[in-house]
């Protein structure tokens, strides 16, 4: 085998580590004293040994900055294709092959000592899996870098980075081994993993690792990627089996090629937010216009309101619209919608959704994760805004985003949303205090609701203590009921 493809999904990676042997140790005495579960040769370096041409190590800048999109990381899942390391304790970038626009129609290189058609090795993001490709030297998988690039492009990867290449591509991905030419490399790309690398990317289309097999009779293992091939073995049916490779339909597995369509993923835990309510998966179907594809690099979140104010516009009913014909034709998406009970995903968050209004590669659109509260009649729209707090926590978490990166739809091309929060006074502070754990302050208000209808004042407390009430047009309603008020007191 002269390639090997390894698909880890983020959300099981333990640790990503550029680990940094100024070409004193092999791939086996790395992978011997670090245990990492996936080894994959890094950057290129310089004839005295130092390294090139951008590497940052765990806070040190080990070369001089340049303008070249690259990953940068923190811990690791936070990982995002990047133009500057400065944001990042970790940063590593070669070549360019994929970027935020798509493919790069030429790639910025040296002719001689990474030009022509050699083993190849780079790192890239699918899915919400960290991707890494490794090929051999001299063999039939050796590329240029523009045929690399059409290589990991036809696989459907949304960014990716070419590292050294030639005798020095080498890896080791959970016991999938490939040697180069046996030289010591100048760094590593290590990944650690929680649960060996096995467990799949979030969602119900993504790619996984781990399949179950279904066949009453269990399926073949054979020697290659078709029928044509020889048989070596068989799974039973119920077998859980580790992919390492995918190609024509097929999989391979650490015994052989198996038929894909025998095959089931085994999907991934579900998510929880910290107040318990458990993330659904409703994901708008591969194909739809209004799922562009395309990498979401996951620097801001930005909250909407719905602006359906319709009884019964609560969140799955929100993933059905966005399911249908209408949000198609209108290309309207985004990633998450909350209201007062439940909190369902419409789209991975490395994806790039429609929300922002800023234009199909505005940096709302393709930065940032939208997150909708309902303000639906009859919902709590105060335990909404809650449930939305929540998420954005574990968001913020999961993503590395701060606090002061969590923004308004407004922010992107000036709308009144997220309308109700807007347009109460300290109502956006209020959110962000909710975001941050802090307890909600309602209880005044709520107080002041009922003194209001009390009085005859308002006739719909409920309606105004879920914050559904708070638009222009009802406070101008509200003046002029407690206006009328008072001149009948008078009388």
């Not at 303008?67 to 990042?88: H, Q, T, V």
């Not at 929680?194 to 179950?212: H, I, L, N, R, W």
């Not at 562009?292 to 619209?321: F, K, Q, V």
């Not at 249908?324 to 968050?349: C, E, K, M, R």
Request: charged share 20%; net charge negative.
């Amino acid at each position: 085998m002269s390639k090997r493809i390894a698909y880890i999904p983020l959300n099981s990676i333990d640790k990503l580590e550029i680990r940094v042997t100024n070409c004193k140790k092999t791939l086996s005495q790395v992978k011997k004293e670090t245990g990492a579960a996936y080894i994959l040769n890094g950057g290129m370096w310089n004839a005295d040994g130092s390294p090139c041409p951008m590497l940052k190590v765990g806070g040190a800048l080990l070369t001089k900055t340049w303008g070249a999109y690259g990953y940068g990381w923190n811990g690791g899942p936070d990982i995002k294709l990047e133009s500057s390391p400065a944001l990042f304790e970790n940063f590593i970038s070669v070549t360019c092959l994929i970027g935020p626009w798509g493919p790069v129609d030429k790639p910025s290189y040296q002719q001689k000592g990474q030009g022509g058609t050699r083993g190849r090795s780079a790192i890239g993001l699918k899915d919400g899996a960290l991707c890494l490709y490794c090929s051999s030297d001299r063999s039939s998988d050796a590329r240029t870098p523009e045929g690399l690039r059409d290589d990991l492009a036809a696989l459907g990867w949304e960014s990716a980075v070419m590292l050294d290449g030639g005798g020095s591509s080498m890896c080791d991905f959970d016991g999938a081994i490939m040697r180069g030419d046996g030289r010591k490399v100048h760094n590593w790309i290590c990944v650690y993993t929680a649960k060996g690398g096995t467990e799949p990317p979030e969602g119900e289309d993504t790619m996984s690792k781990q399949y179950t097999v279904t066949p009453a009779i269990g399926v073949n293992i054979r020697s290659g990627p078709g029928t044509g091939y020889g048989k070596t073995g068989a799974y039973p049916c119920g077998t859980v089996v580790t992919i390492l490779e995918e190609r024509d339909d097929w999989g391979r597995t650490d015994k052989g090629w198996v038929s894909l369509d025998y095959l089931e993923p085994v999907k991934a835990p579900q998510r929880t937010t910290d107040n318990g309510i458990a993330i659904q998966t409703e994901y708008i179907p591969q194909g739809r216009k209004n799922r562009p594809g395309g990498l979401n690099l996951c620097s801001y979140l930005t909250i909407h309101e719905t602006g359906n104010t319709a009884r019964g516009a609560d969140a799955a009913a929100h993933a059905s619209y966005l399911k249908g014909d209408a949000a198609t034709n209108a290309l309207v998406s985004w990633h998450y919608t909350v209201d007062d009970h439940a909190i369902v995903q419409h789209l991975p968050d490395t994806e790039t959704a429609y929300h922002a209004g800023d234009g199909a590669k505005g940096p709302g659109n393709t930065k940032s994760i939208g997150v909708e509260i309902c303000v639906d009649a009859g919902g709590n729209f105060e335990k909404a805004k809650q449930n939305a707090a929540a998420l954005v926590r574990l968001l913020m978490t999961e993503n590395s985003i701060p606090l002061e990166r969590v923004v308004q739809h407004h922010y992107w091309n000036g709308k009144d949303c997220p309308r109700t929060i807007r347009n109460t006074p300290g109502g956006w502070e209020e959110f962000l205090k909710l975001c941050e754990g802090e307890d909600p302050n309602v209880s005044d208000l709520d107080t002041d609701v009922e003194v209001l209808a009390q009085a005859g004042i308002i006739t719909s407390p409920d309606y105004w203590k879920a914050g559904s009430g708070y638009s222009d047009a009802n406070v101008v309603c509200l003046i002029h009921a407690m206006a009328e008020h008072i001149r009948k007191g008078k009388d």
